[in-house]
């Protein structure tokens, strides 16, 4: 019993973190969060040049097709994150998979929702359902991460129980 509580502490506060990251992701204006997207694409650019002797102006073409993608990746990526911590934290309960399930992506559908509304209070930011959808997908990417390494998890340790016992 200790070792569940100490689990469910343990993920109630990586996923109380994941929203206090989120929530500071949102609190950027437009400007702010512009610059944290073109600098991320700036570093992998300089990392894994596509050509060897790219200009500025080319570099800065790339950054501007590649922008959409990298935050839309950052909003499904944060919430996978999410899904996997209110999914560890909701399976130290003793419900049924189909309502750990369930909170677990009520949890996540109901603060993306709550953080695209935050964004329409952050200058220059807008909220979409578009965003809302693609951190949803991102908490179902995460629960299902989690539901599969615990069937992994019983499935070996079923082997190893059944190992011993043929021994």
């Known amino acids: 019993m200790r070792k569940t509580k100490i689990t469910r502490y343990i993920f109630f506060t990586l996923m109380i973190l994941t929203c206090i990251i989120i929530f500071i992701f949102s609190s950027q204006n437009g400007e702010e969060s512009t610059e944290v997207s073109d ?10 040049p596509l050509t060897k002797n790219q200009t500025e102006d080319q570099k800065q073409e790339i950054i ?3 922008q959409f993608i990298v935050r839309k990746t ?3 990526s944060i919430y996978t994150i999410l899904g ?7 399976n130290t309960y003793n419900i049924s998979y189909k309502k750990k399930i369930g909170i677990s992506f009520l949890i996540g559908f109901l603060y993306a929702i709550s ?4 964004q329409l209070f952050s200058s220059g930011r807008t909220a979409k ?8 997908a ?5 629960i299902f ?9 019983k499935t070996l340790k079923t082997k190893t129980k059944n190992k011993k016992v043929n021994i």
Not at 115 to 118: A, L, S
């Open 39 to 48: 600098g991320f694409i700036s570093k992998i650019i300089d990392i894994f």
């Open 115 to 118: 953080d695209e509304f935050h």
């Open 129 to 136: 359902v578009m965003d809302v959808g693609i951190d949803s």
């Open 84 to 90: 996997i911590t209110s999914m560890g934290f909701i």
């Open 74 to 76: 950052a909003h499904f």
């Open 145 to 153: 991460i989690v539901y599969v390494i615990i069937k992994l998890y």
């Open 64 to 66: 501007k097709n590649l």
């Open 138 to 142: 991102g908490v179902i990417f995460g």
